[in-house]
């Protein structure tokens, strides 16, 4: 047997070999982001007759927004604590509300027991 294997070193469904086959690359464009800790970060966009460079990314360390201006950086964002269903309630509702509501609920609660 002298052939052997003719596909040796490759994989089955693998494509043509080399970039002439494949085509071209698209052009790419590298660009900075700083965030208000100072990280940089670079992301890299291919670049084509409709492509918008987004104003701000996500820094890689701390997850803080980035800008392309490395002397203004966009403000972090400020988190919200956990609210609570009261806390909820209570930016809807006046203290006079929710006594009177329960005013209301008790009463009814008597008149069902009878009392």
């Given amino acids: 047997m002298a052939g052997g294997n003719a596909i040796r070193g490759s994989r089955v469904g693998a ?17 900075s982001y700083w965030c208000a800790n100072g990280h940089q970060t670079r992301a890299t966009f291919a670049i084509g007759p409709s492509t918008e460079i987004p104003a701000q990314w996500d820094c890689k360390r ?4 980035a800008g392309l201006d490395a002397d203004a950086p966009p403000s972090p964002v400020r988190n ?9 309630v209570k930016e809807r509702r006046t203290d006079e509300d929710g006594t009177a509501l329960l005013d209301e609920a008790l009463a009814a609660l008597r008149a069902r027991r009878g009392g």
């Fill in 80 to 88: 919200e604590p956990y609210k609570t269903h009261l806390a909820y």
């Fill in 62 to 65: 701390c997850g803080y927004p």
């Fill in 15 to 31: 494509g043509p070999m080399g970039e002439a086959e494949r085509g071209d690359l698209a052009d790419r464009h590298a660009v």
